[in-house]
């Protein structure tokens, strides 16, 4: 059984910069591509950022173009989220997932339930 777990999350000012990371335990996560997704209070779930198994290959929503990037280390089994020029509608809960295909539009969600993470809760005050 594969676990994802999110950390990293916390409270920002305007203009701060967090790094989330994404840890997978029970299995490697070096097979799969990996998508980061936020959801805001009453809003619908949006993906942020995807990358590819190899990490060669990156996609970033619009809205975080140019001030989020995603990264993976697949020998710690980590992908990360560096996020600078936080924005306060920046302020979600951010959740990885895996083994979908998040270059798609939209993307294309893994049916397995086990590649969800619980989320990290990142809130940026302006």
């Known amino acids: 059984q594969v676990q994802l777990v999110e950390s990293g999350g916390g409270l920002v000012q305007a203009g701060g910069s967090l790094r989330l990371s994404c840890t997978a335990s029970?299995?490697?996560?070096?097979?799969?591509?990996v998508g980061w997704f936020r959801q805001a209070p009453g809003k619908e779930r949006e993906f942020v950022a995807g990358?590819?198994?190899?990490?060669?290959?990156?996609n970033y929503a619009d809205s975080v173009k140019g001030r989020f990037t995603i990264s993976r280390d697949n020998a710690k089994n980590t992908v990360y989220l560096q996020m600078n020029s936080l924005k306060p509608e920046d302020t979600a809960v951010y959740v990885c997932?895996?083994?979908?295909?998040?270059?798609?539009?939209?993307?294309?969600?893994?049916?397995?339930?086990?590649?969800w993470g619980q989320g990290t809760q990142v809130t940026v005050s302006s």
């Open positions: 997932t895996a083994g979908g295909n998040y270059f798609t539009v939209p993307p294309v969600h893994t049916t397995d339930d086990d590649l």
């Open positions: 029970g299995r490697s996560l070096r097979i799969y591509a």
């Open positions: 990358i590819s198994s190899s990490g060669l290959t990156t």
